[in-house]
């Protein structure tokens, strides 16, 4: 007896495995705290290695990013710096969510 070749047509061309993760993700709800946890994992590409050396940052809350600064006088300099570290943020890491930093 002989077996049936079953012929299946696709269409369209076959989906990348690295877009299949990606639709994963953002389906059950991983997307956004991944990319938040990618901000912290590259704090040093994101903020410079100066500012990387006297912060260490620490989470994301809530569209907050949470910073642990050496000094109270690195804490002033980069509350002015705030808007300059998050479009950093933005334009390494693609992170949209971070709406503020607290350094403390």
Do not use: N
């Not at 989906?15 to 946890?37: D, H, M, N, Q």
């Amino acid at each position: 007896m002989g077996r049936k070749k079953r012929i299946e047509k696709r269409v369209g061309k076959p989906a990348s495995v690295g877009s299949i993760f990606e639709a994963f993700l953002r389906e059950t709800g991983y997307a956004v705290p991944l990319k938040e946890w990618e901000v912290v994992s590259m704090w040093e590409q994101v903020a410079g290695e100066q500012i990387a050396r006297v912060t260490k940052c620490e989470r994301v809350e809530d569209g907050v990013l949470h910073v642990k600064v050496k000094s109270s006088t690195w804490r002033q300099e980069l509350s002015y710096l705030k808007d300059e570290l998050k479009e950093s943020a933005l334009k390494k890491t693609g992170c949209r969510t971070i709406k503020d930093i607290v350094f403390y």
